[in-house]
């Protein structure tokens, strides 16, 4: 049984992996980043002036500690205002083998989902040049079509505020292998997910729309993505240090960064992410910085000032309060102030891009580790909430919430929820099952929500200031929910709300009993296996007749047969999870014989289980057996229809092969 356990827990981790590979997460617990983000002066209770000194002496003060104590190799940071950069530097190493420094103005991260927001521009350059209408079904700038979903069609305002209604897809996302790249001709039709919600209604994060995006540029302009980006982004910029190509360039190559597990560990193959518009940017933080101060000076070298007003100030409908997209940034509020920003991961390089355009600032910063506890997302929350602090302070409305109507609420909170972002007709939605959201209640009676704590620096203290509105007393980020009749509909946080919601998990897929069943099904799938040899040996050491006979004893051993097969398909699962650990980009073609194979094995073990414990039940009632084989009996039976169940209501069965 603990084997057992420890397995899903595995299986549970892997649902992280995918998903962080493009865009930000909750990241795992970061205890231990607390105390990097104590070493930074307390928040001041007036302003700070953002000169250079100043902030170069926070910043030291700060992030070489907390960079260390997460066991993270190298980070690079710009800080501009208005025109000009205040601090641009970098910290650690780039190659730790040969102790590189990180180099501001050349050495080259990889700002992962950050890249989308040189996407989203090129989207806008094309909206100025009449090519494209924001509002338009996308199907008239495509050479495939896009089924409309309950009669409504997809449009690149939807693509843009992540609510075109895709699943989520991690086949061909990422991989260390070159030969993984794909033209977007090539991998837009194939990779095309199944639609789950209806456009513009639910926000769930989407790398292939962003892809497609890039693919819709790339023909309305008539350029291959890669060279637009050049010749439109980084050519009027000045971005030397800067592509989207994969492999890199023989001129950058030399000025690339490498990622790392953590520290303590050997560097990585540098990554191929296949949805290129999506995360496949290579930058240096002075480029970053440049990128920046175009936006900030009203889209200067890259847009009108209107259009990049609009791209800016458009605000996405949203749950309650909380963050919303506006067309390709999301919103960031941090002491009354909006910021609009947009986080990345690959598996190796963590970073995060704020603008607060009132204030005409702009904050970069870039990691090439997570660190030893996926720390460098407590490391970046810290770092924005504490510079915020001190050079950008003020304070947030809030009100109160009499004791007793607290309380009731967090009652209503708890319970597992399923996040928008993810997979629902595939295989892969088993690791929703595996990684579902809890909402629970600490000792005094307030709302916990774990899931999210790895993102912050220090404990979450969550405190309702408004009706189904919490206000994280820490941070100041929020966590809202929609009731209606009396019911929590769905939720998010402000962390995530631009781009991912949280829905109430239906009862029959719901991991508060099916974990825990599916647990003991594989216990007594595994316990009946093994009885079947154990049982045979004891028989042959004591010289005893096994008491079935006849179609009673081929029926038992057909039911052992399949229950081998059932571990066999476990087996087969967890291999799998070992491969794409190792290496994501197995998903993407060198695992697809297993997959195959998985899918096939699955529902012949669960069917055939169920068919031949309930024929083994029928035949030990009929014959009227000892009670204790009655038992096994009705217990296998039992664990097989959980089994048929996963089977179903995950799919893990078929021959699709976008997921």
């Given amino acids: 049984m603990r084997f057992i356990r420890k397995a899903m827990i595995g299986l549970a981790a892997l649902a992280a992996l995918p998903l962080a590979a493009q865009g930000p997460l909750p990241a795992p617990t970061a205890k231990e980043v607390e105390t990097a983000a104590a070493t930074a002066p307390a928040a001041p209770t007036s302003p700070v002036t953002l000169d250079a000194a100043d902030l170069e002496a926070w910043m030291d003060g700060y992030l070489p500690y907390a960079l260390e104590r997460a066991r993270i ?53 094309q909206v100025e040049a009449g090519k494209i209408d924001l509002d338009k079904d996308v199907n008239a700038y495509l050479d495939f079509k896009i089924p409309a979903y309950q009669g409504k069609p997809v449009t690149m305002r939807n693509i843009m505020t992540h609510t075109a209604g895709f699943e989520e897809s991690v086949r061909h996302l990422i991989s260390s292998d070159p030969k993984a790249v794909l033209t977007l001709k090539q991998q837009m039709p194939m990779a095309l997910p199944q639609r ?330 595994l316990l009946a296996a093994l009885a079947w040899p154990v049982r045979a040996l004891v028989r042959r050491s004591f010289k005893a007749d096994f008491a079935l006979e006849g179609k009673s004893r081929r029926v038992y051993r057909l039911s052992r047969m399949f229950a081998w097969l059932v571990l066999a398909a476990l087996a087969g699962w967890l291999g799998l999870i070992a491969a794409f650990s190792a290496d994501i980009g197995s998903l993407g073609g060198p695992l697809d014989w297993l997959i195959h194979l998985l899918r096939v094995l699955t529902p012949v073990a669960s069917f055939g289980l169920l068919a031949t414990a309930g024929w083994h039940l029928w035949l030990t009632i009929k014959d009227k057996r000892r009670w204790t084989m009655k038992l096994g009996a009705v217990l296998l039976v039992l664990a097989a229809l959980v089994l048929v169940w996963v089977t179903l209501a995950f799919n893990l069965y078929g021959f699709g092969m976008v997921y």
């Fill in 196 to 525: 789950v919600f209806v456009p513009g209604t639910t926000p769930a994060y989407s790398n292939y729309a962003t892809a497609l995006a890039g693919y819709i540029v790339e023909r309305v302009s008539g350029e291959p993505f890669d060279n637009y980006i050049e010749n439109h982004i980084f050519t009027p910029l000045g971005m030397t240090h800067s592509t989207f190509r994969q492999p890199l360039p023989a001129r950058l190559a030399p000025h690339m960064a490498k990622g790392y597990p953590d520290v303590t560990q050997k560097a990585k193959p540098f990554e191929i992410v296949i949805p290129g518009p999506a995360g496949s940017l290579s930058a240096s933080g002075a480029d970053m910085g440049k990128f920046m101060i175009a936006h900030l000076n009203e889209g200067a070298g890259l847009l009108k000032p209107e259009t990049a007003k609009q791209m800016h100030d458009f605000k996405a409908p949203g749950v309650g309060p909380l963050n919303s997209m506006a067309l390709g940034f999301y919103e960031q509020w941090v002491n009354g102030r909006r910021a609009i920003a947009h986080g990345g991961d690959t598996v190796w390089f963590h970073s995060y891009l704020w603008l607060f355009p009132e204030d005409d600032i702009g904050v970069y910063v870039s990691m090439n580790s997570a660190g030893t506890q996926g720390d460098a997302g407590a490391v970046r929350s810290a770092l924005f909430h504490k510079f915020a602090d001190r050079y950008l302070p003020g304070e947030d409305k809030t009100g109160t919430v009499d004791a007793k109507t607290a309380a009731q609420h967090a009652q209503m909170m708890v319970g597992n929820y399923v996040s928008s972002r993810g997979s629902f007709t595939n295989f892969m939605s088993l690791l929703g099952l595996l990684g579902q959201a809890t909402i629970s209640l600490t000792e005094d009676g307030k709302i916990s929500f774990p899931a999210l704590d790895g993102l912050g620096a220090g404990a979450r203290d969550w405190v309702e200031v408004e009706p189904f509105v919490w206000r994280d007393r820490g941070t100041g980020e929020r966590l809202a929910a929609e009731v209606k009749d009396g019911r929590v509909v769905r939720f998010s946080v402000d962390a995530g709300s631009p781009f991912m919601v949280f829905e109430p998990a239906p009862a029959s897929v719901n991991a508060a009993w099916l974990n825990p069943a599916l647990i003991a099904a594989l216990g007594i799938v």
């Fill in 73 to 125: 190799p190298g980070a690079v940071v710009v800080v501009v205002r208005g025109n000009e950069v205040v601090l641009q530097k970098g910290y650690g190493f780039a190659d730790v083998a040969k102790r590189a420094p990180v180099l501001p103005e050349t050495t080259m991260f990889r700002p992962g989902s950050v890249s989308k927001l040189l996407t989203w521009t090129a989207v806008m350059q």
